[in-house]
């Protein structure tokens, strides 16, 4: 069965420009993450989406957010993008959501956003 | 507050030799536990994940964890290293529900690195 899938894969974008990057989950999956990942800062939760609603979201500022839609699919929206905003997004589904998830993660290969 | 640690951000072994990476937590509930591989520019993998069945869990490419409640540990295993072995592994952990509360905590990952 398909995986999780990620697209674009790679991004150049310029400061102060906004980006939006998108996620179509695993078959079956209703809930949805995406993680920034930096080598100085690791693996960083940004939200998470269950059902077209935002359950849980990281310390990230109110530039980066998020939409789920009724097929599952998700996007993630950075705007006024900062040179720091570079990274590689990670989106991830699951079966389940909120506290004791069994069942681990599907994680995407990514979208490598580069901001110059 | 529910965290994890992984001891060493870089590890080296020969081809042949015994893999250990080294995961702890912090949970005030019965964890759920995982450990997941990221090759370069990729996703992360599913390698493993303990739901309170065996202590003993055995994954994929030959790994294997432990779960030690005394010593609050999880730790990766592989007998024999093989160069493919050569990524960066995450340890995570997922409270067994606390009235719902998202809580799945990425520890900062460890680098192996394979010797020829």
């Known amino acids: 069965k398909a995986g999780v899938t990620q697209t674009p894969r790679y991004l150049i974008k310029t400061r102060g420009q906004q980006v939006t990057l998108s996620c179509s989950p695993i078959?079956?999956?209703?809930?949805v993450s995406w993680y920034q990942q930096t080598p100085g800062q690791g693996l960083q939760f940004l939200f998470e989406?269950?059902?077209?609603?935002?359950?849980n979201k990281g310390n990230f500022p109110g530039r980066f957010s998020g939409r789920q839609f009724s097929n599952s699919r998700s996007e993630m929206n950075v705007s006024t993008l900062e040179l720091g905003d570079s990274a590689l997004y990670l989106c991830?589904?699951?079966?389940?959501?909120?506290?004791?998830?069994?069942?681990?993660?599907?994680f995407g290969s990514g979208t490598r956003l580069t901001v110059v | 507050a529910q965290s994890v640690t992984q001891l060493g951000s870089h590890v080296s072994v020969s081809e042949g030799a015994l893999v250990l990476l080294r995961c702890n937590y912090s949970?005030?509930?019965?964890?759920?536990l995982f450990w997941y591989v990221q090759y370069p520019n990729q996703g992360l993998q599913l390698l493993l994940k303990?739901?309170?069945?065996?202590?003993l869990v055995k994954g994929i490419n030959g790994f294997e964890a432990e779960f030690k409640k005394s010593e609050t540990s999880f730790h990766l295993t592989k007998p024999s290293a093989h160069m493919s072995d050569a990524a960066e592994y995450f340890c995570?952990?997922?409270?067994?529900?606390?009235?719902?509360?998202?809580?799945?905590?990425f520890g900062t990952g460890t680098r192996l690195k394979v010797l020829a």
């Open positions: 078959s079956g999956h209703r809930s």
């Open positions: 949970s005030s509930v019965p964890p759920y």
């Open positions: 989406y269950f059902s077209e609603t935002q359950r």
């Open positions: 995570a952990v997922s409270d067994s529900g606390t009235s719902g509360t998202y809580k799945y905590i």
């Open positions: 303990y739901t309170s069945a065996a202590t």
């Open positions: 991830a589904s699951s079966l389940v959501t909120g506290g004791g998830n069994p069942y681990g993660y599907t």
